[in-house]
């Protein structure tokens, strides 16, 4: 990368849901979807968020645009040329003349999709909302767009429907590319796609980030994806970031009990590759009801008296290695081989 | 059927097409594959390739309007010559005995599987009054044995709980107990792991692994995620358009690949071992719908090494490259033996 310029940084992000009473509506609780997320996104740079199903990566991601109102923290961005704003604090007029510089792509590329709409609508309709983004006339845009999505522009007017999974999932990139965004939270975009497309589509977002320096958040489920895409990856277990460093050093070495259990579940498309097996013991904790001390203690395989009382902060280990646990320092744990 | 009666269950020459207004789809078109006792077969492919309808013929469920042709020899429990599936009605008490009493069945969603409105005991207890017991009492202590056999706790609990009270894991584990209940000696296996995270993927699979070895059953696994076919395969068919184009054991399919589209699948994912960020090998176009198409290789539209002329003139037959490893491919084959 040969920019380091921080392009967002988030602080102390939470999101609480309240749990209401079926009768009386009133709360009884609150699911703490994002409790406290720190992290931040260099320009061009990919920031991998991974994590399995239920632990907030989908609602971090929404909170970060402001598709979810977050309960607290600070979100801020350092756009080009512009004083940094903290996008928490802006009223709805200053936060569409934001919302341009910020995109977003779906996991899945049916339901993404206005099937009433024409490609040309689609991909169209960011600039239509922003008009003063545009350069060139609007057609001649779209048509660019399609072209650097590697779609046929003639294929403009014609709906979603006529499209393969794969062309859809173009077209949603089209479109959050539309308003030359400098920044894309990637949602499982590559999750709902077969193997033959979603190298296609994997290979377009690499493209496209050299090409415009754009910072992805991208979420996955799927390491192999993570590792293949991202410069640095955060991993999040119930609502909280337990460790981050560079991709490459969170696979070869990692320092968090949960993130060796995840490295140890890949399946590697090898039948020679001989590894250590890991199993997690127990089921993802309810994040309403959260144990107490470090959230990963009832399942932690090195966990200790201390685990269960107090609960690890987010430190540094070394730069950019962050971990949440109050062993890091002295467990041993095994990467996967690479 | 194959007199080696270390085969369970051989499928010769299936096909199973659609009857649609837009013409005649062809889901499945000319498969062939065998069925060891105590070894797994997987089917790998992309959507659409067919390998989920392929088993729906094994069990003959296919929905209407689909016809099916070809043989399915399936070795019986109880002993006797072999029978075939395909002959048997549908909805007859023969086919009946066969599903979930000797062909056991998961499928990829256990929440759309299983009736929502029933217990998960009732539900058990049901598959084994068919097939196994007509007590009561028994078939419920055969319920919570088997529950307690996939690791559920508080298995005399669980009985009374309906499906969207279990997690995703669980929901996927009382599933497979459902299937094994009745000792099938064949367990299908719907691309079960798909919609489970990576933790709980590792242990349903080594579930699978280990309850295959204890209760001696063979498997057909169904999956598109090449590393699960890695790990749970002992043979591997490729499937293609409605085709197996490679099938053998999966160290060769995975180190010595032969046909152009498992050499490309396998060079497209991305792997551990790769350089970050490198750009992955491309598949080019999409997958064609299997309507109307002519004769000619399924793949020849994506292939890179297509020759016009030769690969888009006729079907390319299953030819054996080596003992077990067979190839569908124009380019793939042997050179002929100079004629006399």
């Known amino acids: 990368m040969n920019n380091n310029e921080i392009l967002l940084e988030v602080r102390g992000l939470t999101k609480h849901f309240p749990l209401k009473s079926n009768f009386w509506r009133r709360v009884i609780g609150h699911v703490r979807a994002v409790d406290g997320v720190d992290l931040f996104v260099r320009r061009g740079e990919t920031l991998g968020l991974v994590g399995e199903s239920g632990c907030g990566k989908t609602t971090l991601g929404r909170c970060i645009l402001r598709a979810i109102e977050p309960t607290a923290g600070e979100v801020l961005y350092h756009l080009q040329g512009r004083q940094p704003v903290d996008f928490r604090s802006l009223s709805g007029d200053q936060l569409r003349q934001m919302r341009p510089f910020m995109q977003m792509v779906f996991q899945d590329p049916f339901s993404a999709l206005d099937p009433r709409m024409t490609v040309y609508d689609i991909i169209s309709e960011p600039l239509r909302a922003n008009p003063g983004r545009v350069m060139t006339t609007i057609v001649e845009r779209v048509k660019e767009l399609m072209t650097v999505v590697g779609l046929n522009p003639q294929y403009m007017e014609r709906y979603p429907h006529a499209f393969s999974t794969g062309q859809r999932q173009r077209i949603s990139v089209a479109r959050a590319l539309a308003t030359s965004p400098e920044f894309i939270v990637c949602d499982e975009p590559v999750s709902a796609l077969d193997v033959s497309v979603r190298s296609q589509i994997l290979n377009l977002l690499l493209e496209l980030q050299d090409r415009y320096q754009v910072g992805y958040l991208f979420i996955s489920h799927d390491l192999s994806v993570i590792h293949h895409i991202s410069h640095r990856v955060a991993v999040m277990y119930v609502g909280k970031i337990v460790e981050t460093a560079s991709a490459v050093e969170l696979f070869q070495s990692p320092k968090h009990p949960y993130t060796e259990v995840l490295l140890h579940a890949i399946p590697r498309p090898d039948p020679r590759s001989k590894r250590i097996r890991l199993y997690l013991s127990g089921e993802l904790p309810n994040p309403a009801n959260p144990p107490s001390g470090c959230y990963f203690h009832p399942r932690c395989g090195y966990a200790q008296e201390v685990c269960a009382r107090q609960t690890p902060a987010l430190s540094e280990l070394s730069p950019l290695h962050h971990v949440a646990c109050h062993f890091a320092a002295e467990l041993n744990l095994n990467g996967v081989a690479m | ?340």
């Not at chain 2, 069945?105 to 929502?116: G, L, N, T, V």
């Not at chain 2, 919609?195 to 349903?204: G, H, K, N, P, W």
């Not at chain 2, 699960?228 to 399919?253: C, H, K, N």
């Not at chain 2, 198409?293 to 390319?316: K, Q």
Request: aromatic fraction near 4%.
């Open chain 2, 1 to 340: 059927m194959n007199d080696d009666s270390d085969i369970l269950l051989d499928v010769r020459d299936l096909h199973v097409s659609f009857q649609l207004r837009e013409g005649l789809l062809k889901a499945v078109d000319g498969v062939d594959f065998v069925v060891r006792k105590r070894k797994t077969v997987g089917l790998v492919g992309e959507s659409g390739c067919g390998k989920s309808v392929t088993v729906k013929a094994v069990l003959q469920i296919i929905p209407p309007p689909g016809k099916m042709r070809g043989e399915i020899w399936l070795r019986r429990k109880a002993g006797g010559p072999p029978v075939d599936l395909g002959k048997l009605d549908p909805t007859g008490d023969e086919i009946r005995q066969v599903r979930g009493g000797e062909i056991g069945m998961i499928f990829q969603e256990p929440m759309k599987a299983f009736s929502p409105v029933h217990t998960i005991g009732n539900q058990l207890v049901e598959g084994i009054l068919l097939h196994t017991t007509p007590d009561p009492k028994e078939a419920h202590d055969a319920a919570v044995a088997m529950l307690e056999r996939v690791k559920i706790a508080n298995p005399q609990q669980r009985m009374k709980a309906y499906p969207h009270e279990l997690s995703g894991g669980m929901r996927q584990r009382a599933m497979i107990a459902a299937a094994l209940a009745c000792h099938p000696s064949i367990l299908i296996a719907d691309e079960p792991t798909t919609a489970l995270d990576v933790t709980v993927q590792a242990e349903v699979l080594r579930l699978i692994k280990d309850l295959q070895a204890e209760l001696g059953m063979s498997v057909i696994f169904i999956t598109h995620d090449l590393g699960v076919v890695a790990e749970m395969a002992d043979d591997v068919a490729v499937m293609y358009l409605g085709r197996i184009v490679e099938q053998s054991d999966v160290d060769t399919i995975f180190h010595e690949p032969m046909h152009p589209y498992t050499v490309e699948l396998l060079r497209s994912i991305p792997e551990l071992g790769r350089t970050p960020r490198s750009r992955l090998n491309t598949i080019e176009g999409t997958v064609p719908v299997p309507l109307n198409l002519g004769r000619r290789c399924g793949f020849y539209s994506r292939c890179r090494e297509a020759v016009a002329g030769v690969c888009d003139v006729a079907d390319p037959p299953a030819v054996q490259v080596r003992p077990g490893h067979r190839v569908r491919c124009f380019l793939r084959q042997p050179p002929p033996a100079v004629a006399v």
